[in-house]
């Protein structure tokens, strides 16, 4: 098991595009996460977690604690997708591989920009 990990990352590695996109990938997710980790505050008010434009109430509000799982998506998204880019990267599907990274890094930008508003509503500055 431990042969096949260093052998598939290995041959990431000698690629240079998908290292280099998953790189950013994963130091964006660690940038990320130490913000939004900087950002949350204990405090004993209920603080809103999470937004919808639907029903009467927009904005739905939780305990402090509940926040920090917003730390840890972003460490999650890291750790899955570049194991499912390993994945499909072993079936030699580097186009796929390619566009799989861009859309990881798209979706950490989006979260993060969609988290930066919910955090700013949450624990103003």
Avoid at 43 to 61: A, E, L, M
Avoid at 86 to 96: D, E, G, M, P, S
Wanted: aromatic content about 14%; hydrophobic content about 60%.
């Amino acid at each position: 098991m431990r042969e096949t990990i260093t052998t598939s990352m290995r041959h990431i590695f000698q690629d240079r595009a998908v290292a280099a996109v998953f790189v950013v990938l994963s130091l964006l997710c660690v940038v990320c996460a130490i913000y939004f980790g900087i950002r949350i505050e204990a405090s004993d008010i209920q603080v809103p977690t999470h937004y919808t434009s639907y029903g009467g109430v927009n904005f739905y509000t939780n305990q402090w604690w509940y926040a920090v799982a917003f730390v840890l998506v972003f460490l999650v998204i890291a750790v899955l997708h570049t194991a499912i880019a390993v994945k499909l990267y072993a079936l030699k599907t580097r186009q796929i591989v390619l566009g799989f990274g861009l859309f990881s890094v798209g979706l950490v930008v989006f979260a993060a920009i969609t988290l930066n508003n919910i955090v700013n509503v949450a624990f103003p500055l």
